[in-house]
């Protein structure tokens, strides 16, 4: 896709969900960022103050202990906004890193400059509400998962949420994201297996 096919799509994102979004206001130039399968968009304790937009692909979010330990936070599909809110709006070095599960077309924008320049628009106030709303909703119910959840249901979850990644990426990310081990994934595959066969 090229720069205008790119800034259509990611404008016809948000018209999509509903809005009335006025886009002449926006005049801040867009970046583009191609993700090859296995590379980062940015690496935790970068700078990302930018709202990236994920066109097509698949990536996951991951942090890395003091110890080296991984964890899998979670995963998104296109079309959808990617990052990080914290880093964005307070510009402070990001938690986790982004990496490209698949090859990935990214576009991006500057946060600060492009929230002043779309901050007037009620259309866009409305679905940038609705949008951490979202975010608020899913932390909650995957904090509420992890505590009222057998790890058994939490795997049959992401089979249902991810069906195309269960058996394409390393069980070691699949384990981090429903919170147990490798070990402990393997025998929950294989008593699952026992029970269809």
Request: glycine content about 4%.
């Amino acid at each position: 896709m090229d720069r205008m096919q790119l800034q259509n799509s990611f404008q016809a994102y948000f018209n999509e969900l509903g809005y009335d979004i006025d886009w002449q206001r926006l005049t801040v130039p867009m970046d583009i960022h191609v993700i090859r399968k296995g590379d980062y968009l940015f690496q935790q304790g970068d700078f990302a103050n930018r709202l990236f937009f994920l066109h097509s692909g698949l990536v996951r979010y991951v942090s890395v202990s003091d110890e080296g330990k991984e964890f899998t936070q979670t995963f998104a599909k296109s079309p959808r906004i990617i990052g990080s809110t914290k880093a964005m709006v307070t510009e402070a070095r990001v938690l986790f890193g982004i990496q490209a599960l698949e090859d990935c077309m990214v576009s991006s924008y500057p946060w600060r400059a492009f929230y002043e320049q779309m901050r007037q628009d009620i259309g866009f106030l409305e679905c940038y509400a609705k949008f951490l709303e979202r975010i608020f909703i899913t932390k909650e119910e995957r904090e509420n998962a992890f505590v009222k959840h057998s790890a058994e249901r939490r795997y049959l979850d992401f089979c249902a949420d991810y069906p195309e990644l269960k058996n394409v990426i390393p069980q070691q990310q699949i384990a981090s994201y429903i919170g147990i081990t490798p070990v402990a994934l393997s025998r929950i595959r294989q008593k699952l297996k026992w029970h269809r066969d």
